[in-house]
């Protein structure tokens, strides 16, 4: 058990032995805070982890505290300590905490229940994810599931945390646990849909928003992101019916008018295209796609190139990591036979060495701009990429004959 470990490897209430005593004090301390009695339970935890600075749960309940009442960071740092701590005995401080608490438990199952105190924990982790401390609120939903395995809540919440983190492999496995137990959890089924699309699983994932959708059909994202997961299938149409639906759900949804806008794309519909891009940046001024996406528009409207330049840098500027953008400014730029396309032809490379044509386009470039060694460099390396292209391999040709003829 563990965020860098296996959730269902260990047996999480496998006895250590607690001290009753102990157990008695911590007890009648919990039970207050599960009262929402939160001061006289923070100084309850206090006295405990002074006279006992390895007193773990003292400190994580009272980190919980700390965080209810505001004091986020002080919990984060808490936290942070006390997982220090842990580490250095070869545990990780989930197992540790589900463990204690499952000897506490185990002594007195009367005072607090355990599902008070799941919800206790849970609440914790709502708290920290919410104010952006996602690793730190994906402890605490470990935590719970250890405390309730067979809990899909739990499991979803837990699951979503670690998608958000790109722990993808964990994630998978935790959502998978909550399907089993809940076949049609709506929050189960999308995280994981989402995670699917992530990973490039389109059609695993298209299979998972299918069923989702059919649960909650006013659900914004799930319908945004389907489409987006149809869209990428090359279905067209029907992306731009749950899009549609995604945006008479929310008008205001700048990523919605985002994907709308690249649907108009594909059925080269420029001007509404156009119009999709533009509304997603008067929400949001910040989104490189829609920046993108607005250059392709006004190219395919036949739109005056210096507009379409300042789009693509301003795409880049506001992301400089998509390639696509790097790729297509680069060929705004070979038009204008600027030596500057260059130079995003190699970002493009450097980002995406793959992408389709573009060691082709950067090939022509150098030809045009006087770089015959570059040139023949990149042909030969399109050409062996994709030996299907005749246009790369006449190109070559007429590269290789015009070298010998100097």
Do not use: W
């Not at 920046?291 to 400089?320: F, H, M």
């Amino acid at each position: 058990m563990g965020i860098f470990g296996k959730m269902f490897g260990k047996d999480s209430t496998e006895s250590k032995g607690a001290p009753p005593a102990k157990a008695v004090n911590f007890i009648t301390a919990l039970s207050m805070h599960v009262r929402g009695e939160l001061e006289p339970a923070l100084s309850a935890y206090a006295r405990m982890t002074e006279a006992d600075p390895n007193d773990f749960l003292a400190h994580f309940f009272a980190a919980a505290i700390k965080a209810e009442n505001g004091k986020v960071e002080e919990a984060v740092q808490e936290l942070c300590e006390l997982s220090g701590r842990i580490s250095e005995t070869g545990e990780s401080i989930s197992r540790v905490i589900v463990v204690e608490l499952a000897n506490l438990l185990a002594e007195d199952s009367v005072t607090v229940k355990r599902h008070a105190l799941t919800e206790l924990v849970v609440s914790f982790g709502d708290l920290l994810k919410k104010e952006g401390q996602i690793r730190e609120g994906a402890v605490c939903f470990e935590i719970a599931t250890g405390l309730a395995p067979d809990n899909p809540h739990m499991l979803h919440k837990l699951g979503d945390a670690l998608h958000d983190l790109r722990i993808y492999d964990y994630a998978e496995s935790v959502l998978l646990e909550a399907l089993k137990h809940a076949p049609y959890h709506f929050g189960a089924l999308y995280t994981y849909a989402v995670l699917l699309q992530d990973l490039g699983r389109n059609d695993e994932a298209i299979a998972h928003y299918e069923k989702a959708v059919k649960l909650v059909p006013t659900h914004v994202g799930c319908q945004n992101n389907f489409g987006a997961a149809l869209l990428r299938a090359n279905r067209v149409d029907e992306a731009l019916e749950h899009c549609s639906t995604a945006l008479e759900l929310d008008p205001k949804a700048p990523l919605v008018k985002i994907n709308l806008g690249y649907i108009y794309l594909l059925k080269q519909d420029f001007a509404a295209a156009r119009k999709s891009f533009s509304g997603a940046i008067e929400l949001n001024d910040q989104l490189a796609p829609a920046y993108y996406g607005l250059a392709s528009a006004e190219q395919g409207l036949g739109g005056d190139l210096r507009t379409v330049r300042e789009l693509y840098e301003k795409a880049i500027e506001v992301n400089p990591s998509i390639p696509e953008a790097h790729y297509a400014l680069a060929n705004v730029l070979a038009r204008e036979n600027d030596p500057q396309a260059l130079t995003y032809y190699a970002s493009a490379l450097q980002l995406n060495s793959s992408l389709p044509n573009l060691r082709r386009d950067y090939g022509v470039a150098c030809l045009q701009l006087g770089r015959p060694d570059e040139a023949l460099e990149q042909l030969k390396l399109a050409v062996m990429m994709n030996p299907e292209d005749t246009i790369a391999r006449d190109l070559l040709a007429q590269a290789q004959g015009a070298q010998k003829a100097s």
